[in-house]
């Protein structure tokens, strides 16, 4: 059994930054990509940003480009998610997720197998 546990949320103000955290445990696996996806309440599930240990790809949707930095360590199993210049439409749950499928690139939640609970991300005007 693989767990996902992120910390990190909580609650800011429009242009502040957070940093959250994803670290795996359990059962050793080896994971091609790790990643994070929001979802806000009412809306689908969306993907935010992954990076591919192969080759230290790295991806994000267009809405964080230039402010999310995401981070990682392929031996620990480990990924981060820095946010900076917070907006209120970045409120969602964040949920790190790990992929042990050999993608080109990683922009769907199909393409990863396991997922952490979440955490809430509260962005206020």
């Known amino acids: 059994q693989v767990q996902l546990v992120e910390s990190g949320g909580g609650l800011v103000q429009a242009g502040e930054s957070l940093r959250l955290s994803c670290a795996a445990s359990?059962?050793?696996?080896?994971?091609?990509?790790m990643g994070w996806f929001r979802q806000a309440p009412g809306k689908e599930r969306e993907f935010v940003a992954a990076i591919r240990w192969s080759g230290s790809r790295i991806y994000y949707v267009d809405t964080v480009k230039g402010r999310f930095t995401i981070s990682g360590d392929n031996a620990q199993n480990t990924v981060y998610l820095q946010m900076n210049t917070l907006k209120p439409e970045d409120t969602a749950v964040y949920s790190c997720a790990a992929s042990r499928q050999f993608r080109d690139t990683y922009y769907y939640s199909s393409q990863f197998d396991y997922w952490g609970q979440g955490t809430q991300v509260t962005v206020s005007s």
């Open positions: 359990g059962r050793t696996f080896s994971s091609s990509a």
